[in-house]
């Protein structure tokens, strides 16, 4: 740790703090400490090539379990501007975890021009020890990379003693993660809370390998000078220091494309998606603001204009103003769901905390749960979508407003409000014309969480529809065919067998104009026999594919 203040007798640990900043320091008691060894890592990367992608469901695209050396964190990055929406599992030694959405996004990056590279990259993801991976997109992507980072940890003792307030980069294994080059400094005047989307489901031993797992990321992956938080708490309430340069220096971090200039950034390590940050991890977050923002000599609640250096993941232009509390999540400036709906539901108990000093008002956690009655349907059909809210002990909530949200094209939109039964259950039916993910939302209120559901894929084919054709034409006569295609596409595409030694044989594709949604076609018959045909819409942005036939017909 870098700072400076009175002595740490037990921890023999110095920080320097101003006075009225030094009394609001804690200590955690009672929790595992950090060993005099530190963690050791090793990264290492896949790039799979087409061998190992097989499409499935239409556009989706699916990988083979890919095996590898033992990892404790993997992320992925690319070349280009797509943006694919992405899930992985891995396999630990019980199995095969649950798929998992990996966030695809930028906004983390560096402020453009200050030497750091910018990437498209996802945020890492925590899994513990694993030694294979899957993964599925939307998309392809180009020069597809996964990067790992495997943490060897050394046996921790746990001691019934005081712990310093932060955790240092010494203590969490830096040394494993040296910054390419020195620090950059600006100013602090607001604080940024991130979530980093890790798994929940680990212990309170995983905390400094975790870090540096992180660190390791984004220094060898991303290309970053350092990892991009200034500060860290894990879901105990444990403090880590990020970016070298000093815990009570304006350290200018890559957390907050635009702003890194003038906030400082702290990340829970965990999924706050539709999982609440704990009492813990909130009281922690709220001693860091409440030392770090007096020490460069802000106010603790508020507002507080700060401008953008810009950036294309950024919600402002370069030079524009943006208005802000200071305390804010990333989403209140970048082009991101972080920290997660829940933990950003839990934002203004925080900011309460950091200005009185005093306790969390209780608020009672909810539970969302979705499922798709259909998950692939022809344009027009109607889906059904069922689920249930429960409070965290599984009871129903009766009478409140969930909201049915669609993403077609990377935005999050509210199609219906839905009122929960007695039983806390909840049903309707909606028809989607484009392939899209489906959420149910809780937005909270009073003593009742935010969460949300898992997020679901739909598939949509194009309803494909033409005249009755004639069952017997005459041999090299051209045959006329009538359609319509919903929703519209620039073409479709007439493909043409023929029965020939008793085995079915191709005889042509062409593609086929549509003119607001109607097409015209037609084959001509080489001779006499037996042909059939299919009018098929070929994949795209929008939906899968779509095949309607055979028709069969006659020659003579």
């Known amino acids: 740790m870098s700072a400076t203040a009175a002595p740490d007798a037990c921890c023999g640990i110095s ?239 890559a957390q907050a494309q635009g702003f890194n200039a003038q906030t400082a950034g702290i990340a829970t390590i965990g999924d706050h998606t539709a999982v609440a940050a704990t009492p813990q991890t909130l009281d922690a977050i709220a001693r860091y603001i409440r030392w770090k923002l007096p020490l460069h000599g802000q106010p603790l609640s508020g507002r507080v204009s700060i401008a953008s250096a810009g950036g294309s993941l950024t919600r402002y232009g370069t030079g524009a103003v943006a208005r802000v509390e200071r305390v804010i999540g990333h989403r209140d400036t970048g082009r991101t769901a972080c920290p997660g709906a829940a933990l950003y539901a839990q934002l203004p108990a925080l900011r309460s905390l950091v200005g009185t000093g005093g306790p969390l008002t209780p608020a009672f956690g909810t539970r969302l749960s979705a499922l798709l009655g259909i998950t692939s349907i022809v344009h027009g059909e109607a889906v059904p979508l069922s689920g249930t809210l429960r409070a965290a002990d599984g009871t129903p909530i009766a009478g409140e407003r969930v909201e049915l949200q669609v993403n077609s094209d990377g935005r999050w939109r509210t199609l219906r409000r839905l009122s929960t039964a007695p039983d806390g259950a909840f049903a309707v039916e909606f028809r989607p014309r484009l392939r899209m993910y489906v959420r149910i939302r809780f937005p909270g209120h009073g003593g009742l969480q935010r969460s949300g559901s898992t997020r679901l894929l739909l598939h949509v084919r194009p309803l494909i529809s033409i005249a009755p054709p004639p069952d017997r034409v005459a041999a090299r006569v051209p045959v006329p065919i009538r359609g319509t295609v919903a929703p519209r596409k620039r073409l479709v595409y007439l493909a043409l067998e023929r029965l020939e030694d008793g085995r079915w044989r ?51």
């Not at 996964?146 to 003693?161: D, G, M």
């Not at 910054?179 to 600006?186: A, D, E, H, T």
């Not at 594709?509 to 819409?537: C, H, K, M, Q």
């Not at 929008?542 to 309607?548: A, N, W």
Request: hydrophobic fraction near 40%; charged fraction near 30%.
């Open 506 to 556: 191709r005889a042509g594709e062409s593609a086929v104009r549509t003119r607001r949604g109607r097409f015209t076609a037609e084959f001509t018959p080489a001779g006499r026999g037996r042909y059939r045909f299919w009018i098929v819409a070929k994949p795209d942005d929008d939906t899968d594919r779509s095949r309607l036939g055979p028709f069969e017909v006659r020659a003579r």
């Open 15 to 253: 920080v320097k703090l101003p006075a009225s900043a030094a009394a609001l320091v804690s200590v955690l008691l009672l929790l595992p400490a950090p060993a005099a060894a530190t963690p050791r890592a090793v990264d290492f990367e896949l790039a799979p090539d087409d061998a190992v992608v097989a499409a499935a469901a239409g556009r989706e695209l699916r990988s083979r379990p890919l095996r590898t050396r033992p990892f404790d964190l993997v992320g992925m990055r690319w070349r280009g501007r797509a943006q694919p929406a992405i899930e992985v599992r891995v396999r630990r030694a019980g199995g095969w975890s649950r798929w998992e959405p990996l966030d695809a996004h930028g906004e983390h990056n560096p402020d453009p021009r200050r030497g750091e590279r910018s990437v498209r990259a996802t945020d890492p993801l925590w899994v513990g020890r694993a030694n294979a991976v899957q993964y599925r997109m939307d998309r392809r992507v180009r020069g597809l990379r996964l990067h790992f980072v495997r943490v060897n940890r050394p046996k921790r003792q746990v001691r019934a003693a005081q712990q310093p307030d932060v955790v240092s980069r010494a203590e969490w294994g830096a040394s494993a993660c040296p910054p390419r080059s020195g620090p950059g400094y600006g100013e602090v005047k607001a604080i940024h809370v991130h979530h980093t989307v890790s798994l929940n489901n680990y212990g309170p031993e995983d905390g400094p390998a975790m870090v540096l797992a992180i660190c390791r990321y984004h220094r060898n992956s991303n290309g970053w000078d350092d990892i991009g938080y200034n500060a860290l708490v894990d879901k105990y309430g444990v403090l880590y220091e990020g970016r070298a340069g000093g815990l009570d220096k304006a350290v200018i971090g």
